[in-house]
């Protein structure tokens, strides 16, 4: 399976964007990149997917390196309901959604 | 739109004990994904169901399996609970087969061993 690298943790202040990079070398034509976030307490849940060009939705954006090896996801203005563990992940359908360790984002007041 | 459903929400068993947990996925879907996870541990897959058949298996002993039912709910059974078997159990389901799919993820069950 292709993997991805993700830093274990970032910070950031509240109502100011984040950057959350992502490292995927080895991803394949056939790969989506996907982000889903993990709130404490709670399961999984879906923010934003791409391929090739960049995506937009009310939640976040997905940035996607021309050669796309690597990938950021971009909240915009971070909020305290942002705090939360953020996976990136290669996903071509074909094989189960495999979780990393992700990366734990903390949002100070 | 129901999302994903799972019950119980919790289920205490004894070491030696079955467990059964229960998964309606969205409708429409017929896709549905079991994941592990340990306290203060990562999501481990566990197993993956479609159109009622077993797809994919994760690295867990045979006493971890399930099945996919016609209205493509599922259920997940463990046999001979060990201590180690306590965790969070989700179930998420998705549309169909591609690279696109999006997975919605219940609340999850919380089992614990005693």
């Known amino acids: 399976d292709a993997k991805t690298t993700q830093p274990n943790s970032m910070e950031s202040n509240e109502e100011e964007p984040v950057h959350l990079p992502c490292n995927h070398s080895?991803?394949?034509?056939?790969?989506?990149i996907h982000w889903y976030r993990q709130l404490p307490s709670q399961g999984p849940e879906y923010v934003i997917h791409?391929?090739?060009s960049n995506v937009n939705n009310r939640m976040a954006s997905l940035a996607i390196a021309e050669d796309r090896k690597s990938s950021t996801l971009i909240l915009h203005r971070a909020t305290l309901r942002d705090a939360a563990v953020y996976y990136c992940i290669l996903y071509s359908g074909n094989t189960p959604l495999v979780f990393g360790k992700g990366t734990r984002l903390s949002v100070i007041a | 739109e129901a999302g994903v459903t799972q019950s119980p929400t919790h289920l205490i068993k004894t070491r030696g004990q079955q467990a059964t947990l229960r998964c309606s996925p969205i409708?429409?879907?017929?896709?549905v994904y079991w994941y592990q996870q340990a306290l203060g541990l990562g999501l481990q897959f566990l197993l993956w169901y479609d159109e009622g058949e077993e797809r994919n298996r994760g690295n867990f002993p045979p006493r971890f399996s399930g099945r996919q039912f016609p209205n493509y709910s599922s259920e997940l059974n463990v046999n001979a609970l060990e201590l180690e078997d306590s965790a969070l159990y989700l179930c998420?389901?998705?549309?169909?087969?591609?690279?696109?799919?999006?997975?919605?993820f219940g609340a999850g069950s919380r089992l614990t061993v005693l």
């Open positions: 409708s429409g879907h017929t896709s």
């Open positions: 998420a389901s998705s549309l169909r087969l591609s690279g696109a799919n999006v997975l919605t």
């Open positions: 080895t991803i394949s034509g056939t790969d989506y």
């Open positions: 791409g391929l090739t």
